[in-house]
Structure formats: structure tokens, C-alpha cells
């Protein structure tokens, strides 16, 4: 005999629950494009820093600061 457990897999239909569950969906796929992004904007600046520190601005004890993009 299967073990039945409809409590936990039992889904809610109602309009209200699919929306909620939609909304969900919508904040976890937000923040996870929001890591994401972070993450390449930490990768790029890594990427720029190593090539001008080959292009000789780390001798010199300085890099050049973006200015395009809002401060933190």
C-alpha cells in the first residue's frame, strides 16, 4: 500500500494561491539576476584591473576610477 502524504503535495488552485505562487517565482527570478549580475560586475572589474595593472597603472600606484556608475 503507497504511503499518501496529500497534505504536502496537495496544490492550491484558487486564483489568489496561483498569483501568490507567481509572485514567488517572479522575486526568487529577480534577486538571482540581481546575484547574477553582481557577480559579473566583480568579475569585469577583476578582468579591468589585472589589464592595467599590465599596462603599467599599478607601478604607479594608481587606476583609473569609473565614472560611470553610481556610487556606493
Known amino acids: 500500500m503507497p ?10 488552485n484558487s486564483a489568489a494561491a496561483r498569483a501568490e505562487r507567481q509572485a514567488r517565482l517572479e522575486r526568487a527570478l529577480t534577486e538571482g539576476l540581481r546575484t547574477v549580475a553582481d557577480v559579473l560586475k566583480r568579475t569585469a572589474e577583476v578582468i579591468e584591473k589585472r589589464r592595467l595593472s ?3 597603472f599599478e607601478a604607479q ?5 569609473r565614472t560611470d556608475s553610481k556610487p556606493r
Open 54 to 56: 599590465r599596462e603599467g
Open 3 to 12: 504511503l499518501r502524504l496529500p497534505l504536502l503535495f496537495r496544490r492550491e
Open 61 to 65: 600606484k594608481a587606476f583609473l576610477e
